[in-house]
């Protein structure tokens, strides 16, 4: 469900308009993408459960709630999976509950912008041009400062990929992988070559000694700039 208006009559109404325009009878994986701080999410759970219920959706997911708010929605309507952001660049989930959520309530976790919204893939750097129509323009890490300073994440990447034979994309990724066996990440991608470059990271493994050699380089570089701009943080972990 896009947006963030989870009104009961609402979440109704997307759920028929989305199986309608795409022509089927159900939608596997329904998602309430922004917690609405103005509607119970007890009411929501009990929305898609409702509509579960009537063979209209199959599974329940959420994007960055916080892990309060995923346990009591999974009371009411089990949830199959959370979208929430996570990378070598953003580990929340590390240290907000998430992870521990998941693994206790066997939830899966679906890492959106595992690369960094583009940095993480090497391609990348102060001088870099972002369109002023670019999404990215907005977000406090992609200012030519930020991008100067978290340089040290890609310096990491590529010192582990020359060891692998692999790119700074497919450690980033391997680097997800290796996190937890339920986790998915969704790169996003609009080029074919890009794509088969993402795939092959599901080959590319990190040993435990890797992991601890990532860990411990992780201790040393402040990540600079937030993830969003202020009004948009305020969105997530509700």
């Given at each position: 469900?896009?947006?963030?208006?989870?009104?009961?009559?609402?979440?109704?109404?997307?759920?028929?308009?989305?199986?309608?325009?795409?022509?089927?009878?159900?939608?596997?994986l329904f998602y309430q993408h922004r917690v609405d701080p103005?509607?119970?999410?007890?009411?929501?759970?009990?929305?898609?459960?409702?509509?579960?219920?009537?063979?209209?959706?199959?599974?329940?997911g959420m994007s960055e709630p916080s892990a309060a708010t995923?346990?009591?929605?999974?009371?009411?309507?089990?949830?199959?999976?959370?979208?929430?952001?996570?990378?070598?660049?953003?580990?929340?989930?590390?240290?907000?509950?998430?992870?521990?959520?998941?693994?206790?309530?066997?939830?899966?976790?679906?890492?959106?912008?595992?690369?960094?919204?583009?940095?993480?893939?090497?391609?990348?750097?102060?001088?870099?041009?972002?369109?002023?129509?670019?999404?990215?323009?907005?977000?406090?890490?992609?200012?030519?400062?930020?991008?100067?300073?978290?340089?040290?994440?890609?310096?990491?990447?590529?010192?582990?990929?020359?060891?692998?034979?692999?790119?700074?994309?497919?450690?980033?990724?391997?680097?997800?992988?290796?996190?937890?066996?339920?986790?998915?990440?969704?790169?996003?991608?609009?080029?074919?070559?890009?794509?088969?470059?993402?795939?092959?990271?599901?080959?590319?493994?990190?040993?435990?000694?890797?992991?601890?050699?990532?860990?411990?380089?992780?201790?040393?570089?402040?990540?600079?700039?937030?993830?969003?701009?202020?009004?948009?943080?305020?969105?997530?972990?509700?």
């Amino acid at each position: 469900m896009a947006g963030m208006d989870s009104r009961p009559e609402h979440i109704r109404q997307v759920a028929d308009a989305s199986l309608k325009r795409l022509g089927i009878d159900t939608i596997d994986l329904f998602y309430q993408h922004r917690v609405d701080p103005d509607v119970p999410i007890e009411d929501v759970a009990g929305t898609v459960k409702a509509l579960i219920d009537a063979g209209k959706v199959r599974h329940f997911g959420m994007s960055e709630p916080s892990a309060a708010t995923a346990r009591r929605a999974h009371a009411v309507q089990p949830i199959s999976a959370l979208q929430n952001e996570y990378s070598l660049w953003t580990r929340g989930p590390d240290t907000n509950g998430i992870l521990e959520a998941c693994e206790e309530l066997g939830i899966g976790l679906v890492p959106y912008s595992p690369l960094g919204k583009g940095f993480l893939t090497g391609a990348m750097s102060k001088d870099t041009p972002i369109g002023e129509d670019d999404f990215r323009k907005q977000l406090p890490r992609f200012t030519p400062e930020a991008m100067e300073k978290n340089q040290a994440l890609i310096d990491l990447l590529r010192r582990i990929a020359e060891a692998k034979a692999a790119t700074p994309a497919q450690i980033a990724l391997a680097w997800l992988l290796a996190q937890k066996p339920w986790i998915v990440p969704i790169p996003g991608t609009t080029k074919l070559h890009r794509l088969e470059e993402n795939i092959a990271a599901a080959n590319v493994e990190l040993t435990p000694t890797d992991l601890a050699t990532i860990a411990e380089a992780l201790t040393a570089i402040d990540v600079e700039g937030e993830r969003y701009p202020a009004h948009l943080m305020a969105t997530t972990g509700r």
